[in-house]
């Protein structure tokens, strides 16, 4: 099932063709009215007429956060704010907001693209989707909001939080789908699960994102909530979430190519790398009028392939997003991501998926304690069997990611729970 089945399964060739024709447009819009672009542009010493085809790309400069924080806030729009009718904003862990703007077509296309990936995910409007995501300045409420009403699905703003009611929401209206963070939706399945109320759910989807979440996360939120989970990728600066999504087959995320041409760049050479091999997924908006982001680099790490899927699609696909390269730990000069100790927490039947990284620095040396929290079912207070479990986690998390942690294994409820973005990580070594 599709939402726009000749977008989403035409001939390779002519997608590039399609690309390449919007590249020249997307480019020479952006030199001519966005000065901070044309001063990179410049700098480079490359011009719009150096753009001629898709593999011309590699010429232009990139961009990133640091260019829209210094652009704050509208400095990178490309129309005036009479064409703006929507502003968002993605808060950031540091320093200021970065602001995003959308014209009518903007959202427009948003809409279409979050319909795209919603259908992915089998919705209709027979549906009825529950849409706790946050309401507000992140794209996720709106996002997901507007992506279903435009199906026409019954769209229930639910907005995130109150998890009594979220309970009674799924229960009593009878939702089919249900947007919001993967974090999210894991606290729902513990209260669903408290409740015992998962066979009076009528779920049949869930559509998660906004943060990274392992296949082995898909698995226990599709066994608490009894449906199929989806991941759903976007970025406030590229539109919001609907830039990608995958289908029933799970093999990877559809990318709305002809609005957002993906790279994969190697973190450190900015080279393009092979396709199937990991490095920084970068975006070019071909169609984007207030906001036209030349290869903005997202610092998001994954793989692209362009095989055909099962389900028809032609469509670039995204593997599942590992981290972000401003995300990655650095402990005793190991590279670690959070979302690789997910995995192998995963892989424990005895504990559950809340957990929090506490990087510290003690006596010149790196620490890591890794507090997780017991599955229900196993007694917190035999103690011997409590430290036999955490060193077995040590031991697996040691010859996984070669690094030595400490293990905290906590009671039910200690781990703090999120009702947006999980914090997964505690970097104490910050304010040192
Ligand atoms: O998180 C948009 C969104 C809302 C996506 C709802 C999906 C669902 P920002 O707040 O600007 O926008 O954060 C974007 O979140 O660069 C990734 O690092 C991360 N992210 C988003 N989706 C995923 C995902 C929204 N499916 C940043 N898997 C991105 C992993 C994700 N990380």
């Known amino acids: 099932?599709?939402?726009?089945?000749?977008?989403?399964?035409?001939?390779?060739?002519?997608?590039?063709?399609?690309?390449?024709?919007?590249?020249?447009?997307?480019?020479?819009?952006?030199?001519?009215?966005?000065?901070?672009?044309?001063?990179?542009?410049?700098?480079?010493?490359?011009?719009?007429?150096?753009?001629?085809?898709?593999?011309?790309?590699?010429?232009?400069?990139?961009?990133?956060?640091?260019?829209?924080?210094?652009?704050?806030?509208?400095?990178m729009f490309a129309v005036g704010m009479d064409e703006v009718i929507r502003i968002h904003a993605s808060s950031g862990t540091t320093g200021k907001q970065t602001v995003v703007g959308y014209t009518r077509k903007d959202i427009e296309i948003w809409n279409e693209c979050m319909a795209r990936c919603m259908t992915m995910a089998g919705v209709t409007r027979g549906d009825i989707v529950q849409v706790a995501y946050g309401y507000g300045l992140f794209t996720g409420g709106l996002g997901g909001h507007y992506g279903a009403e435009?199906?026409?699905?019954?769209?229930?703003?639910?907005?995130?939080?109150?998890?009594?009611?979220?309970?009674?929401?799924?229960?009593?209206?009878?939702?089919?789908?249900?947007l919001c963070t993967p974090s999210y939706a894991m606290?729902?399945?513990?209260?669903?699960?408290?409740?015992?109320?998962?066979?009076?759910?009528?779920?049949?989807?869930?559509?998660?994102?906004?943060?990274?979440?392992?296949?082995?996360?898909?698995?226990?939120?599709?066994?608490?909530?009894?449906?199929?989970?989806?991941?759903?990728?976007?970025?406030?600066?590229?539109?919001?979430?609907?830039?990608?999504?995958?289908?029933?087959?799970?093999a990877g995320l559809h990318v709305q190519e002809d609005h957002f041409y993906p790279e994969i760049v190697d973190a450190h050479t900015g080279k393009q790398v092979k396709d199937g091999m990991p490095g920084e997924l970068v975006f070019t908006c071909l169609t984007k009028e207030a906001l036209p982001l030349i290869r903005y680099n997202t610092r998001d790490i994954c793989t692209l392939r362009k095989d055909k899927c099962a389900c028809g699609r032609t469509l670039a696909r995204m593997g599942k997003i590992t981290g972000r390269t401003d995300d990655m730990?650095?402990?005793?000069?190991?590279?670690?991501?959070?979302?690789?100790?997910?995995?192998?927490?995963?892989?424990?039947?005895?504990?559950?998926?809340?957990?929090?990284?506490?990087?510290?620095?003690?006596?010149?040396?790196?620490?890591?304690?890794?507090?997780?929290?017991?599955?229900?079912?196993?007694?917190?207070?035999?103690?011997?069997?409590v430290e036999e479990l955490e060193r077995r986690i040590g031991k697996e998390i040691n010859s996984t990611l070669s690094i030595s942690a400490d293990i905290r294994i906590s009671p039910i409820g200690s781990v703090e729970r999120s009702e947006g973005k999980a914090k997964r990580v505690l970097d104490l070594r910050k304010n040192l």
């Open 1 to 75: 099932m599709y939402w726009n089945e000749k977008a989403e399964t035409m001939p390779r060739e002519e997608m590039r063709r399609i690309q390449g024709e919007l590249l020249r447009g997307a480019v020479k819009r952006a030199y001519e009215r966005v000065a901070p672009y044309r001063a990179k542009m410049k700098q480079t010493g490359v011009e719009p007429g150096d753009i001629n085809t898709l593999e011309d790309i590699e010429k232009l400069p990139f961009t990133d956060k640091a260019d829209l924080r210094d652009a704050y806030p509208y400095g």
């Open 150 to 178: 435009y199906i026409g699905a019954a769209t229930v703003p639910a907005s995130t939080g109150n998890t009594k009611r979220q309970l009674q929401i799924l229960e009593d209206f009878g939702s089919t789908v249900l």
């Open 187 to 250: 606290l729902l399945g513990d209260a669903v699960r408290e409740a015992g109320i998962k066979g009076k759910l009528k779920l049949k989807s869930g559509i998660h994102g906004a943060e990274p979440w392992t296949e082995g996360m898909r698995r226990e939120l599709e066994d608490r909530l009894g449906y199929k989970a989806y991941d759903i990728y976007g970025l406030s600066e590229i539109s919001g979430p609907g830039v990608s999504c995958d289908c029933e087959a799970a």
């Open 329 to 385: 730990l650095i402990i005793r000069g190991i590279n670690v991501f959070p979302s690789q100790v997910e995995s192998v927490l995963l892989g424990i039947a005895e504990v559950s998926p809340h957990y929090l990284l506490v990087v510290d620095r003690k006596n010149n040396l790196d620490t890591l304690e890794v507090r997780v929290e017991l599955r229900e079912g196993f007694p917190f207070d035999e103690v011997r069997r």
